[in-house]
Nanobody
Framework: QVQLVESGGGLVQAGGSLRLSCAAS????????MAWYRQAPGTQRELVAS???????NYADSVKGRFTISRDNNKNTVSLQMNSLKPEDTAVYYC???????????????WGQGTQVTVSS
C-alpha cells in the first residue's frame, strides 16, 4: 500500500502565504515526479507545479513567481510554498506522486486526499 498525506491548508487573506506539505509512505521503490494539482468548484483539476527526482520544476503560468515547489528525496516529501495568494487560488489542492512500488516494480500515479486552501479578499 502507498499513502500520500497532505497538510498545511487553511484560510488566509489575499496577499498572505501558506505552505503545503505531502508525505508519501508505504511500499515505495522510487518516486519519479511529484506534483501539486488543484480543483476549484465547477472546474477541472489543473496542474499547479511539478518537480522531477532531479529537481527540475514546472509551474502553471498563473502561479509563476508566487509559488515554489520543493522535495526531499530522502523523506519522500514534497512541499508547495505559496506567496502573494489571490482569491482565485482558492481550491482543493492535491498531492500527486508518480512512483514505482515494491515488489513488482509497477509504476503508477497516486493521489492524496486533498487539502482546502481558501483565500479571502
Amino acid at each position: 500500500q502507498v499513502q500520500l498525506v497532505e497538510s498545511g491548508g487553511g484560510l488566509v487573506q489575499a496577499g498572505g502565504s501558506l505552505r503545503l506539505s505531502c508525505a508519501a509512505s508505504g511500499t515505495i521503490f522510487s518516486i519519479n515526479a511529484m506534483a501539486w494539482y488543484r480543483q476549484a468548484p465547477g472546474t477541472q483539476r489543473e496542474l499547479v507545479a511539478s518537480i522531477t527526482d532531479r529537481g527540475g520544476t514546472n509551474y502553471a503560468d498563473s502561479v509563476k513567481g508566487r509559488f515554489t515547489i520543493s522535495r526531499d528525496n530522502n523523506k519522500n516529501t514534497v512541499s508547495l510554498q505559496m506567496n502573494s495568494l489571490k482569491p482565485e487560488d482558492t481550491a482543493v489542492y492535491y498531492c500527486n506522486a508518480h512512483l514505482t512500488r515494491w515488489p513488482k516494480l509497477t509504476t503508477e500515479d497516486y493521489w492524496g486526499q486533498g487539502t482546502q486552501v481558501t483565500v479571502s479578499s
